[in-house]
């Protein structure tokens, strides 16, 4: 840890350095576009940045790392967040790359320190500066990051017993970015949830508490080609969801094709499963316009269960910004295979639709518009007993509308509206709110934020209020909320009504940078029955 931390001082230090000579190894990218995976940066140029450089983010003054570089294209970069926070669209971040030097009669050291001194105001000899490139190229490789955490949850109530439980969650996340400097490269993330009253049932197969999401490794032999092997998500094919197996990626321009095979995780305690086998293939292309970028991705896939097949599918993925402050994701999956009374059929058949809008005019203004049509989905092998029985495989549609507005400073309104049906409905299932609020309340320096939601379906009919001041703590490192919800149901079928008062509380302590420590409660109350809920837990980086 304290070797990070070394690097990372020293790091930041040379960063300051080159920031402010005219040497041209700053390059600033502006986020262009937000995905659940990947953050998109637009540059003018990426030449000299390479695949799992750091970018970073000026706050108050100094650069901080804050992205990690996945895929790059000739004016664009697709990145990961190294730490947990909440970039938009229209940030600036940076890159360092080195300036090339030319070892021939031409180059004059003298004359080029003093171009360099002129520029920062800082005096470096010719050695120190070999020295920071050297510091410079040793961060681009060899990264080691990981987080633990460990949480108990505890439901305390006094009307039934039964309703009583203990509960512990750990979690683990490790990364090793070209392990040894080399194209290698480890990660992992995993969970251990579960009572404590069903530990014996637990015991007995770990994996209903155990949940791997990801455990692979990565070889990249160069910048066009790589292979995975283990359990992994590809961003490029994500609804495709966890595979166990083997993947290749070559690229070519602006060109990707992928290839892999193995199964899928057992659908009930998500543990390895040979039996579940699938392949598949997917292409992919990304575009560069001026500031603007496109990318389309077209996969197929065969999923078997005890070598029969379960499901043929297609699935397609978009992604532009070529309207300025407007980003669009669209994606679709289309079946291929249909069997009816032990018939087999090749038939295509629209399975979902999902698209969604972003629209950012200007930083203080936010539109966001989504919609998502899906059937069930008919796995043939797996589910047989259910799908015998479908007669009408119904669509559910629906879509959410919010938008943003920061009219001045410290104050902001937001509200939102929700829809969705099937034909079996009787009615629309409709939610719809908005919240208010403001972040620096005279004399106590706190937050304040006022919301509501409505919510029409179906069962039920209600309304939820709720108010939360929050507070930082800056001499304690630390976060402090105390919040009060009002929720109001009816239901029609059955006549009965719900209403309950609940008093919420949040504290998060940062200890020592690498340490930090949460607490939360949940009290609910209603005219007979009270329910104590608590959350203490704490998570480590290294």
Not at 177 to 199: A, D, V
Not at 403 to 412: G, I, N, Q, R
Request: aromatic letters at 16%.
């Amino acid at each position: 840890m304290i070797s990070t931390i070394r690097f990372i001082f020293l790091f930041t230090l040379l960063l300051n350095f080159f920031a402010e000579a005219q040497s041209g190894k700053m390059l600033e990218g502006k986020v262009s576009y937000l995905s659940p995976q990947l953050i998109y940066l637009k540059f003018e140029s990426t030449d000299g940045i390479a695949i799992n450089d750091t970018l970073f983010q000026k706050i108050n003054g100094k650069f901080q790392p804050r992205l990690i570089v996945k895929f790059i294209s000739s004016i664009s970069l697709s990145c990961e967040k190294l730490l947990d926070f909440n970039p938009k669209v229209g940030d600036s971040f940076y890159a360092f790359v080195q300036s090339e030097v030319k070892n021939d009669i031409n180059f004059d050291p003298i004359t080029t320190e003093n171009q360099i001194q002129s520029g920062s105001d800082l005096k470096k000899t010719n050695d120190e500066i070999k020295i920071a490139s050297t510091e410079i190229k040793s961060l681009k490789g060899n990264r080691f990051s990981g987080r633990y955490s460990l949480q108990s949850y505890s439901n305390i109530s006094n009307f039934s017993g039964i309703n009583d439980y203990q509960s512990w969650r750990h979690s683990l996340r490790v990364d090793y970015e070209q392990i040894g400097y080399s194209g290698l490269s480890f990660s992992t993330y995993s969970l251990f949830s579960y009572r404590t009253s069903e530990w014996n049932e637990i015991r007995s197969n770990y994996f209903n508490a155990l949940k791997v999401y990801d455990l692979h490794l990565k070889y990249e032999f160069n910048h066009n080609y790589q292979i995975w092997l283990g359990r992994f998500l590809n961003p490029k094919i994500s609804n495709i969801s966890t595979v166990d197996g083997l993947m290749f990626e070559a690229k070519f321009n602006s060109f990707s094709v992928g290839i892999l095979g193995g199964s899928r995780p057992d659908w009930k305690d998500f543990s390895f499963n040979p039996k579940l086998l699938e392949y598949g293939i997917y292409l992919s292309r990304e575009d560069s316009f001026s500031s603007s970028f496109m990318e389309n991705t077209l996969s197929f896939f065969q999923q078997t269960n005890n070598s029969k097949t379960d499901r043929r599918y297609l699935y397609l993925q978009h992604s532009n910004n070529l309207i300025k402050n407007l980003n669009l994701f669209a994606s679709s999956e289309i079946d291929l295979y249909e069997r009816e009374q032990e018939v087999e059929k090749n038939q295509l058949s629209f399975t979902s639709v999902f698209a969604s809008a972003g629209y950012y005019p200007i930083r203080e203004l936010s539109f966001n518009l989504s919609y998502d049509a899906r059937k069930n989905v008919i796995y043939y092998e797996t589910f047989k007993s259910l799908t015998d029985s479908i007669i009408e495989n119904e669509m559910r549609q629906g879509f959410h509308f919010r938008t943003s507005v920061k009219p001045f400073k410290y104050f902001s309104t937001s509200v939102f509206f929700g829809y969705r049906y099937k034909k079996s409905d009787v009615k629309p299932s409709r939610n719809f709110g908005g919240t208010i609020a403001y972040s620096s309340l005279p004399l106590i320096e706190s937050s304040i934020s006022l919301s509501y939601n409505k919510l029409i379906s179906n069962y039920v009919n209600g309304d939820v209020y709720a108010a939360y001041l929050s507070k930082t703590i800056y001499n304690l490192n630390s976060d402090f909320s105390v919040g009060y919800r009002i929720t109001k149901y009816k239901f029609p079928v059955s006549l009965n009504s719900f209403n309950e008062n609940a008093v919420l509380v949040d504290y998060n302590l940062n200890l020592f940078r690498m340490l930090s420590f949460n607490f939360s409660y949940e009290g609910s109350f209603d005219s007979q029955r009270t329910t104590n809920r608590f959350l203490l837990g704490i998570s480590s980086r290294f």
